[in-house]
Nanobody
Framework: QVQLVEFGGGSVQTGGSLTLSCVASRRSYGRYCMGWFRQAPGKEREGVAT???????AYADSVKGRFTISKDNDKNTLYLRMNSLKPEDTAMYYC???????????????????????WGQGTQVTVSS
């Protein structure tokens, strides 16, 4: 009964901003890596941003300088602030948590299988040109 719930998605114009949140149960809130992933229709799921309990982060090259990942441990909540949004950012965004103590944020970015870790149901982000 691991539970991760995302919210904050919506439709915005190119150049706009959105902030996504992921509220986790205590059992779902990972002690190690957590992250945001996205999947557009017909495309493979890709890592967007990840964060370790140490505070270290990793970002996909396509979002560096525009997106910021953060978390509030007291609220068991993961955030993704997205600025300067582009049409190519349009996708379903998912949050995930991983239990492997050896996994680094960079390694977590490369995870595409839902068999690896716990995943939320997703929240849709649509950016119009």
């Amino acid at each position: 009964q691991v539970q991760l719930v995302e919210f904050g998605g919506g439709s915005v114009q190119t150049g706009g901003s959105l902030t996504l949140s992921c509220v986790a149960s205590r059992r779902s809130y990972g002690r190690y890596c957590m992250g945001w992933f996205r999947q557009a229709p017909g495309k493979e799921r890709e890592g967007v941003a990840t964060i370790h309990t140490s505070g270290n982060t990793a970002y996909a090259d396509s979002v560096k300088g525009r997106f910021t990942i953060s978390k509030d441990n007291d609220k068991n909540t993961l955030y993704l602030r997205m600025n300067s949004l582009k049409p190519e950012d349009t996708a379903m965004y998912y949050c995930a948590t991983f239990r492997d103590p050896l996994m680094t944020p960079i390694q977590a970015l490369g995870v595409t299988s839902t068999l690896f870790g716990y995943w939320g149901q997703g929240t849709q982000v649509t950016v119009s040109s």
